[in-house]
């Protein structure tokens, strides 16, 4: 019986020798004075009903969106900066209650003193206000150390409760039970009811601040149980301060030596030796506790623990994890190893080579035989009871054991080790896994893709190239493949999926992949720990910025519904599953507003003049548990058309024109809850009175006038410059009249005298006549610009008559006319008269002193309706160069000008053509002038 005694006890103390028992305790997030707050002297914590944590000071108060400080001091209009309790009312009034005995109350971004809200003059004490209470009629009880109870009833009359047996006195908590307030003092309990007061024996009780399920629990001081209905815990003997029952079904109970965390049945002190003043659950299932010279602490609902050793010290640094069941590999930077074992809360520690501690243990896999493979700096290991070296001289940087075979990725290239070892790539390899018959191997510079088939591989292409390859695993036999700086990339079919910092990873850098029970990928970035929902992609950070994990992590490992993550402090776990469930979702809220840069009071409809356009807004969120890491997303209606993400805090618009705006915020959480409702502003910005409807229909009006005026002066110049230019063409008219040849004139004469001299009346008579027609009606055109065509051609008639007088009746002359139908149609004046003059002074009077025949052509052609052909035709020596430039006849270089104005005042084609056939044969003068609908005249 002895020798079993004996041998029991040689056992236990083997196995604590060899296996020492480990504890796991949890992570409180401390804040202090360094992260913001006003002093590390904390009295009291409350959320508010828009979120907001606030936390009383010694040094004034401090409200807490997750991420930011604003603290509040007497110059902010705090009545005193040691400030005791905090308390929000029904009408969202933050009472603040001080040492000095006087209140105030934050509503609305203003703090109310009695300097400015004068009922608070007679509500403030002499001396140390303990309590305030809230009910439910709108009513808020104020208890003080020594003078009695004072009720603020809802139309701001204040009721006194105080006598001078001390009856009202330090009253420490106040709870309401139906109609009933019940107060609880130093050394009794007051019962006050709509009729009557009653007093009893002492009780004392503590108010569960819990934001889900606030309670009363009376204390029993004898025998240190605190019970409630259907419950009683056995708390510690130290001094109990507060306490809190949270939605979890977990106690915290707050004392002058710690606190203490009580979870079936199991207590764990924090904080030994620290005075806890006050605690709380916010609506997220984050519990909050208050100190006396240490700040405040958060425990999140979603619990982290530390693994220590049975002196409660943290393990020392671990650079890797590997799990199996219940047992955890535990890597270290010095040539060892840890096996702790979660069933039996023991830890060993295991030397890979005894004296070589510069051989850092990165790497663990179990093959399907038992055997756990170790990779290191300075090889490859396998532990089965003990330590076996199986390849010397490699630094091996990943194991990998699928299809019965084991890969291990090293500086010298990759091996593969089923029943032999085999090396199967020969150049630096960070990492490689088979996916089915597909061999992956990563590299400084892409990853290389193999085909396995009957032990040869053959090369299937190269991706990612320039991209060091840190990490692969099987999603859903897609391979998903971590990058150093590049994020993840999952080769989906045909497709590339890139996800980075941009898509919610909180870290490019990837060191580390693997796949959870539902193929769901968590990821070890620089930056902390992703969670990847491969279903949606939505991705949840830990990051040690939170002050919840290590701020660098090393490595992780799953183990069904835990992580565990490892760092310099050793070891540290979470169940993501025990998150609190709640239904609150993060809050965001409008600021501030400046308008051109001054400070505007916003809230209300707002409507701002024309130059008021370039709009600041200040916002802010609360999402406790996101503890900072929270982003925001903003939209102006009438501007942006989407959500737009913010750079930080505030967000400028420049130059607005004038309209109707809404300006949106809205609050994302790290865990990717977007805000129940948006905080919105709506904003006016009137138009100038320029811009608006009745000075628009005036500019209009006036524009019309002043373009009808334009118009009209432009109608009338035109008109003048016109005329003017009419009356320079009859002028040119004119002038060309009366540098009618001379020699025509004489001769004419002349040829009519002869038939005076030879007595032959009759044809003396004839051509006199003529000549005097030919006259009046060259001086009856003289102010006409245009004239028919009938005009015309009886003017030429009685012209070429007479020239041929001249010649004694010499040229034979062909003039062909058109149709008496065109005779009424006008055409441009003393265009066509000249060029016959040219023909018999040119051409025919030479031909004609040479004893030569002589014969001239006219004919007159309409064109299309619109134009009038003349061609002028004789048989005479052709052009010289100098008459077809424009250089031999004035008359002709007054032609030509003609048509050009011509052209330009009625925007017609008129043109001159000269044709030579050949220098016997003659020559001909072809004008197109274009037939106009009425006579033009100019006064």
């Not at 993400?645 to 809850?673: D, M, Q």
């Not at 009424?824 to 040479?850: C, D, R, T, W």
Request: net charge positive; proline share 3%; aromatic share 12%.
């Amino acid at each position: 019986m002895v020798s079993k005694k004996l041998f029991f006890l040689l056992f236990t103390f083997l196995i604590l020798f060899f296996f020492p028992v480990y504890s796991q305790k949890l992570v409180l997030k401390n804040i202090t004075s360094s992260n913001g707050l006003p002093s590390n002297v904390c009295y009291d914590i409350i959320q508010d009903k828009e979120g907001y944590i606030w936390i009383a000071s010694e040094n004034g108060v401090s409200r807490f969106d997750g991420k930011d400080f604003k603290n509040y001091t007497t110059q902010n209009g705090l009545a005193d900066n040691e400030i005791f309790k905090i308390v929000e009312d029904k009408k969202g009034r933050i009472w603040f209650l001080s040492y000095n005995g006087q209140l105030s109350y934050y509503y609305k971004g203003f703090i109310h003193h009695s300097g400015n809200t004068p009922f608070l003059k007679k509500l403030s004490f002499t001396y140390f206000v303990k309590e305030a209470y809230p009910d439910s009629k709108g009513n808020i009880w104020f208890s003080s150390k020594e003078e009695g109870i004072k009720v603020l009833l809802p139309d701001n009359r204040i009721k006194i409760y105080s006598d001078k047996k001390d009856t009202f006195d330090a009253v420490n908590v106040f709870v309401q039970k139906n109609d009933t307030i019940i107060a609880v003092a130093q050394n009794h309990t007051l019962i006050f009811t709509s009729s009557a007061l009653l007093k009893k024996e002492i009780a004392t009780y503590f108010y569960s601040r819990s934001y889900r399920k606030p309670d009363l629990f009376k204390f029993n001081e004898q025998k240190n149980l605190i019970e409630g209905n259907n419950f009683t815990i056995k708390v510690p003997s130290e001094k109990v301060l507060c306490y809190l029952k949270d939605s979890k079904e977990h106690s915290w109970i707050g004392t002058g030596n710690g606190l203490y965390h009580i979870n079936n049945g199991e207590s764990q002190q924090y904080l030994a030796g620290t005075i806890i003043t006050s605690l709380i659950e916010d609506a997220e299932g984050n519990v909050w506790i208050s100190t006396l010279g240490k700040g405040i602490y958060m425990a999140p609902s979603l619990p982290f623990f530390e693994l220590r050793d049975e002196q409660d010290r943290l393990l020392p640094p671990i650079i890797s994890l590997y799990t199996d069941g219940e047992i955890i590999y535990a890597g270290t930077d010095h040539g060892s190893f840890y096996i702790i074992n979660r069933k039996s809360n023991s830890i060993k520690e295991i030397q890979i080579e005894k004296g070589k501690i510069y051989n850092r243990v990165k790497k663990f896999v179990k093959d399907d035989k038992g055997i756990i493979w170790i990779g290191c700096d300075l090889g490859l290991y396998k532990y089965s009871g003990t330590i076996t070296k199986t390849i010397s001289d490699i630094a091996v940087k990943d194991l990998s054991f699928n299809n019965g075979k084991l890969l291990v990725a090293s500086n010298v290239g990759l091996f593969r080790i089923d029943h032999e070892i085999k090396k199967l790539y020969d150049y630096r390899t960070t990492e490689a896994a088979y996916i089915g018959n597909t061999l992956y191997i990563g590299t400084l510079g892409g990853l290389k893709i193999y085909s396995d088939h009957s032990d040869t591989l053959k090369f299937s292409g190269n991706i990612l190239q320039g991209k060091r390859v840190t990490a692969i695993t099987n999603i859903a036999r897609f391979p998903a493949i971590a990058t150093y700086g590049h994020g993840l990339f999952i080769l989906h079919k045909d497709s590339i999926i890139q996800i980075t910092e941009s898509k919610g990873l909180n870290g490019d850098i990837i060191s580390e992949l693997h796949t959870d029970e539902k193929k769901n990928i968590w990821l070890l970035t620089n930056r902390g720990l992703n969670y990847l929902d491969i279903r949606n992609f939505n991705i949840i950070s830990y990051s040690g910025s939170e002050g919840l994990l290590p701020i660098q992590l090393s490595s992780f490992c799953l183990k069904q519904d835990t992580v565990y993550v490892s760092s310099q402090r050793g070891i540290s776990y979470f169940i993501p599953s025990q998150a609190s469930v709640s239904e609150d979702r993060p809050k965001a809220f409008i600021t501030s507003l400046e308008v051109n840069n001054e400070p505007y009071i916003f809230g209300k409809k707002i409507v701002l003049d024309w130059d008021q356009n370039n709009i600041t807004f200040g916002f802010s969120g609360i999402s406790i548990s996101s503890l900072g890491d929270m982003t925001y997303q903003y939209m102006l209606e009438g501007i942006d058309k989407s959500w737009l993400n913010a750079v930080n805090n505030e967000v400028f618009y420049s130059g607005l024109k004038p309209g109707k705006y809404t300006f949106k915020v809205r609050t994302i959480s790290k865990h990717g809850k977007i805000s129940k409702q948006t905080a919105e502003q709506t904003f006016t910005i009137k138009a100038h009175f320029t811009d608006s409807a009745w000075f628009l229909s005036l500019i209009i009006f006036l524009a019309i006038v002043v373009l009808f005026l334009l118009i009209y002066i432009w109608f009338i110049n035109y008109k003048r410059i016109q005329k003017r230019k009419l009356r320079a063409l009859q002028l040119e008219q004119s002038a060309l009249r009366n540098q009618m040849n001379p020699h025509f004139l004489f001769n004419t004469l002349n040829s009519i005298q002869q038939f005076v001299i030879k007595e032959d009346k009759r044809k003396a008579n004839k051509y006199l006549v003529l000549f005097a027609n030919l006259i009046r009606k060259y001086l009856d055109h003289s102010r006409e610009l245009y004239i028919t065509l009938g005009e015309e051609i009886e003017s030429l008639d009685m012209y070429l008559q007479l020239e041929n007088l001249r010649m004694k009746n010499q040229v034979e002359i062909d003039f062909l006319k058109p149709d008496q139908s065109f005779n009424g149609s006008y055409i441009p004046a003393m265009f066509v008269q000249p060029l016959v003059e040219n023909a018999f002074k040119h051409a025919l009077f030479p031909l004609i002193n040479e004893g030569h025949k002589a014969t001239l052509s006219i004919k007159i052609i309409p064109k299309d309706d619109n134009y009038i052909v003349f061609s002028v035709k004789d048989n005479g020596t052709g052009f010289s160069p100098e008459y077809k430039n424009k250089e031999g006849s004035t008359a002709l270089k007054n032609i030509m000008e003609r048509i050009e104005i011509l052209n330009k005042v009625h925007s017609v084609n008129a043109k001159i053509e000269f044709n030579s056939f050949t220098e016997s044969s003659g020559s001909e003068v072809i004008i197109t002038l274009p037939i106009l609908n009425k006579s033009v005249h100019v006064n």
